[in-house]
């Protein structure tokens, strides 16, 4: 059943994010993106992020059958579905806050940024892949 894999992708979703996102910006560079202009908030609103979080990856499990044909190697099929998705994650949390807020500079901001949602949505990417791999030809979306 779909539901089922987009619920566990959500899942591991949330958890592989969580466990990635936190470090990276409140432990390890932090005080960078204080320094930079890129955090304004002593405490993150953790809610806001939370909801992002469920909202992205419910998305990408939903649209993912749409893309899978159930060909090749389903890890380089989920992270590769999710690199390009990612891509527009991207932009909106890297130009546009850096077109919104005053960073400086910008380029080593998008530089780290880069990096974090590279490893971020090729994570991300291999479980989608390992949650859809083996799907049945009738489940799902299928293209002619």
Known sequence: MELRRIALFVAAYFVITMAWAYPWHMMFFHDRYVEWGAFQRTEPVMSLGIAAILIQGSVIGYLYPFYDKGEGNPVLQGVKFNLIVGLMTYTAMGFATAAKFDIDPILPFLAYHT??????????????????????????VRHA
């Not at 949602?117 to 030809?137: D, E, K, M, S």
């Open 115 to 140: 990096v974090f949602q590279v490893i971020q949505f090729t994570l991300t990417g291999t479980a989608l892949g390992l949650i859809f791999r083996n799907r049945p030809a009738t489940e799902g």
